[in-house]
C-alpha cells in the first residue's frame, strides 16, 4: 500500500523539482516552508524534494495543503549546524539534511538545490557531491549586489568560497560571471570589472595585472566587456555589471556593506523619532521611504549561486525568513529553467581554450 509521502511526491513531466534542506537556517523549517509556500503560488510548475525530520516537516504541510501535493519528503537525521567545520561535516554528515539534498542534485532527481545551512560544509559537500567543472580550480559564490544599474543588481564573486584565487582563478570567475549575467540578468553583453585599489593600469598585485591582461584578451570572443580595474565604490554603480575578486576580498566587502546598511537603517530610525517634527517628518515620508526599503531590502537579493560546479547550488543567507527563501528558491529555479550549469560548464571550457591560446602566443613572443 502506497505511504502518504508517495501520495505527494506524484510530480508532472514539465515540472521543475528543487532540494531543499529544510534543517539549515537560524529560521529552521518554519521559514524554510514558508518561503517554498510563497514561491509556489506564483509557480505552477514547480516541486519540491525536502530533507529533514519527517515529524517535523509533516507538521508544517498540514498548514500548507498546495505545498504538499507538490512536495515529496526525504526524511533524514542527522543537522549540521552553523558552528561545524567542513572537514568534520564531510566525515560525520552523510546522514544529514544538506548532504541528501545535494546527493538529490547529483542523481538528476532535481535540478538545483537550496540550503540556508553552513556555507564551508555546503561548499565542501557539493564539491565532493558534484566535482568541480572541468578546467576550474576553484568554484566561486557569486551574489548580486543591488545597484544603479537598469537590471537593479550587479554580480560579485567570490564571495567567499575560497580565499584564494590567482591569475588563471580570476579569469575563469570572470567567465563565470559574465555567464551567470546572460543567463540570471539577461544581460547579452555583461560589462566585467576586476576589483582593485584604484582603476589606474599599474595599481595592483602581480596576479591582479596577469588577470586583467588575460581576461581583456578574452572578452570579445567570450561575449563579454571587460571595463578594467574597478574600485570598492564601483559596485553598486552602474559602469559594471560583474565585478570579480578573491574569496577574501568579496566576503570582506560582503559583510562590510551589510553591516553599513544596518547602521544607517539604525540611525534613520533614531533620526525620525527624535522629536515631534521628526515623526511628522516620518510620517510625511513614508511612502518614498517604504519604496526605499523594498528597494535595497537584501531579502529581495538572497541567495548565493556556487559556480563552478556540475550542478546548481543556491546558499541562502542563514538568518533568511520566508521571504529571503523565496528569493533564493526563485533564483535556483530561474537557473535550472535556463540549464545554467551545463551552460557554464560550456562557457568556461570556450574560454579556457582562447586563454591557453594567448598564453602560448604571449610565451613565443616574450622567447
Not at 551574489?143 to 567570490?158: A, E, R
Not at 550542478?311 to 528558491?329: E, L, M
Request: hydrophobic share 45%.
Amino acid at each position: 500500500m502506497a505511504g502518504e509521502e508517495n501520495r505527494i511526491t506524484q510530480t508532472e513531466p514539465t515540472s521543475t523539482v528543487i532540494s531543499i534542506d529544510a534543517m539549515g537556517g537560524d529560521g529552521g523549517i518554519k521559514a524554510v516552508l514558508g518561503g517554498m509556500d510563497k514561491f509556489i503560488r506564483q509557480h505552477a510548475d514547480i516541486r519540491f524534494i525536502i530533507h529533514g525530520d519527517k515529524a517535523a516537516i509533516k507538521r508544517q504541510l498540514k498548514r500548507r495543503p498546495e505545498l504538499a501535493a507538490r512536495s515529496k519528503i526525504n526524511p533524514t537525521q542527522d543537522v549540521i549546524s552553523m558552528d561545524d567545520k567542513p572537514s568534520a561535516a564531510l566525515r560525520g554528515g552523510k546522514k544529514s539534511s544538506m548532504w541528501a539534498a545535494i546527493a538529490a542534485l547529483k542523481s538528476g532527481e532535481a535540478k538545483a538545490a537550496v540550503s540556508c545551512g553552513n556555507t564551508g560544509a555546503l561548499m565542501a559537500m557539493s564539491t565532493i557531491q558534484l566535482r568541480k567543472a572541468p578546467g576550474v580550480a576553484r568554484p566561486a559564490i557569486a551574489i548580486l549586489w543591488p545597484s544603479t544599474n537598469k537590471q537593479q543588481y550587479n554580480i560579485l564573486l567570490d564571495a567567499g568560497a575560497d580565499i584564494k584565487a590567482d591569475a588563471q582563478d580570476l579569469l575563469k570567475f570572470a567567465i563565470m560571471g559574465a555567464s551567470y549575467a546572460r543567463n540570471g540578468l539577461a544581460l547579452r553583453q555583461p560589462r566585467v570589472g576586476l576589483l582593485n585599489v584604484g582603476t589606474e593600469e599599474f595599481k595592483g598585485r602581480v596576479e591582479l595585472q596577469d588577470a586583467a591582461r588575460l581576461i581583456g584578451t578574452i572578452a570579445t570572443s567570450s561575449d563579454f566587456q571587460f571595463v578594467g580595474f574597478v574600485e570598492g565604490s564601483d559596485i553598486p554603480s552602474d559602469r559594471v555589471d560583474v565585478i570579480v575578486t578573491d574569496g577574501f576580498t568579496g566576503n570582506i566587502a560582503l559583510k562590510t556593506a551589510e553591516g553599513t546598511a544596518k547602521q544607517v537603517s539604525s540611525l534613520l530610525k533614531a533620526a525620525f523619532a527624535h522629536s515631534l517634527f521628526s515623526r511628522l517628518g516620518a510620517l510625511f515620508a513614508y511612502t518614498s521611504m517604504r519604496r526605499l526599503k523594498n528597494r535595497i531590502d537584501p531579502r529581495r537579493a538572497n541567495g548565493g549561486v556556487f559556480l563552478g560546479l556540475n550542478g546548481t547550488v543556491v546558499k541562502s543567507h542563514g538568518g533568511a525568513d520566508a521571504t529571503g527563501v523565496a528569493a533564493a528558491i526563485g533564483f535556483a529555479y530561474d537557473l535550472a529553467q535556463n540549464d545554467f550549469a551545463e551552460k557554464l560548464t560550456a562557457r568556461v571550457a570556450s574560454g579556457l581554450a582562447v586563454s591557453k591560446d594567448v598564453l602560448s602566443n604571449l610565451d613565443e613572443a616574450a622567447s
